[in-house]
């Protein structure tokens, strides 16, 4: 069972924005970094941001994250249809004697 | 490029002991700067960390999975293992091998296997 909960899925047009939102507590999001990673249909994850807000060299500027508090919140914007996928977010906890958790993660449809 | 391979049985049988292997391209077990984990997702489901190993033997485990999960470096062959004892059918899942990063300001996977599908089944 996650410690981080996200919305099971958001939709919306091409080119259009969504935010996927991340919530966890003081002893994880709210200690330390957070990275996101993106699942294609049928593919291992691929890392999207890290670090709060950088991004890996190849991923475009259209994926941006940032944190607030015991939150995090992964934005895309210019939305392609090539975006869908499920999307997670990850930290460690620091009450878990720094297991790494996962996000219950969002599916993300382009409408 | 980093590449990372599982590789085991897919099918294992209701108690009996689930073993993998990940083997490192491209990179070494050995580098002070990254921990090898292990990470599964049932399907459907989410993923789940199951534990890290770094090339001291440095250890960290999924607190709910402790108890059955056994992990290994072998610097030699540039792997790393997996062992899961007693599995159940809860333990149907795809299991992925991923390389995480600790240059940043915090840690990260930045490489992952393709995976491996698992069934646990008599």
């Known amino acids: 069972q996650s410690v981080l909960t996200q919305p099971p899925s958001v939709s919306a047009a091409p080119g259009r924005m969504v935010t996927i939102s991340c919530s966890g507590s003081s002893s994880n999001i709210g200690s330390n970094y957070v990275s996101w990673y993106q699942q294609l249909p049928g593919t291992a994850p691929k890392l999207l941001i890290f670090d709060n807000n950088k991004r890996p060299s190849g991923i475009p500027d259209r994926f941006s994250g940032s944190k607030s508090g015991t939150s995090a919140t992964l934005g895309i914007t210019g939305l392609q249809t090539g975006d869908e996928a499920d999307y997670y977010c990850g930290t460690w906890d620091n009450s878990l004697s720094a297991g790494r958790v996962f996000g219950t993660g969002t599916k993300v449809t382009v409408l | 490029q980093v590449q990372l391979q599982e590789s085991g049985p897919g099918l294992v049988k209701p108690s009996e002991t689930l073993s993998l292997t990940c083997t490192v391209s491209g990179g070494s077990v050995s580098s002070d700067y990254h921990y090898w984990s292990w990470i599964r997702q049932p399907p459907g489901k989410g993923l789940e960390w199951i534990a890290y190993?770094?090339?001291?033997?440095?250890?960290n485990y999924n607190f709910s999975l402790k108890s059955r999960v056994s992990v290994s470096v072998d610097t030699s062959k540039n792997q790393f293992s997996l062992k899961l004892s007693s599995v159940t059918a809860a333990d149907t899942a795809m299991y992925y091998c991923?390389?995480?990063?600790?240059?940043?300001?915090?840690?990260?996977?930045?490489?992952w296997g393709q995976g491996t599908l698992v069934t646990v089944s008599s």
């Open positions: 190993i770094y090339h001291s033997g440095a250890i």
């Open positions: 991923a390389r995480e990063s600790l240059t940043g300001e915090g840690y990260y996977f930045d490489y």
